[in-house]
């Protein structure tokens, strides 16, 4: 995989700031940044940042996907949506209905094909084949895994669907996640990783070595934010 570091030894103010500059670029180009959200703990005190710093930003015209969500209601402490809404939505002016929740309190099928609907009604209104996101912001867990797409998991070999549900090994674990095909067509990807025992993870990756999931990210742009580098 070709792709750029970046260190951030201050990891949310770092992160935050190259994300911002991502969005400014995409509003001056297309009038329109599409940013899907990491999930998990490490992105909140980014988000909290991007709230913070943001304040240029015209947040009428950025629309908000979610990468994966657990099947669990929004207001669930598990909610990748609930995170999202206390550190970001809570703090700019974005309209509700740029937020494209994953309604993970449904059926795990029925929420993935609405999503999944929903994307595509987006796209086809674009003149796009596939939803095609500006930005995805993914994690990275210790056994390679980005969104919900597990090692060993039947969802790694999705190729026509962009959302599906799948399940995950830790509790809660059904979850609804974007597979390769809809990542994969994003403009640019980046990773956000604030955790020096992945470096071992991060560098079979980039060496094109392990059968990690997030080694087969191949966007035309991915970028590894990285902070507490050892």
């Known amino acids: 995989m070709s792709a750029t570091l970046i260190p951030a030894p201050q990891f949310a103010a770092d992160a935050a700031r190259w994300i911002l500059a991502e969005a400014r670029a995409a509003l001056h180009i297309r009038g329109l940044f599409r940013l899907a959200l990491a999930g998990g703990e490490t992105p909140a005190a980014v988000y909290a940042e991007m709230a913070r710093t943001g304040t240029d930003i015209d947040w009428s015209k950025v629309q908000i996907t979610f990468g994966d969500e657990r099947c669990v209601p929004p207001g669930d402490a598990q909610s ?3 995170m999202a809404q206390r550190s970001l939505f809570s703090a700019v002016p974005i309209p509700e209905g740029n937020v494209f929740r994953i309604r993970g309190e449904l059926p795990p099928d029925q929420a993935a094909a609405e999503y999944e609907q929903k994307l595509n009604a987006v796209a086809s209104r674009l003149g796009e084949s596939r939803y095609r996101h500006d930005l995805v912001l993914l994690g990275l867990g210790p056994d390679g895994h980005t969104a919900s ?3 060993g998991s039947p969802a ?3 190729s026509e669907r962009s959302v599906i549900p799948t399940i995950g090994p830790k509790p809660p674990p059904q979850r609804i996640t974007m597979t390769f095909p809809l990542l994969n067509a994003a ?8 955790d020096a025992k992945k470096e071992s993870v991060i560098e079979e990756i980039l060496a094109g070595k392990g059968n990690h999931p997030a080694g087969r990210i191949q966007a035309e742009s991915v970028t590894w934010i990285l902070g507490h580098r050892s």
């Open 80 to 82: 990748n949506f609930l």
């Open 149 to 151: 797409l597990f090692p």
């Open 156 to 158: 790694l070999e999705e």
């Open 187 to 194: 403009r640019k990807i980046a990773f956000l990783v604030n």
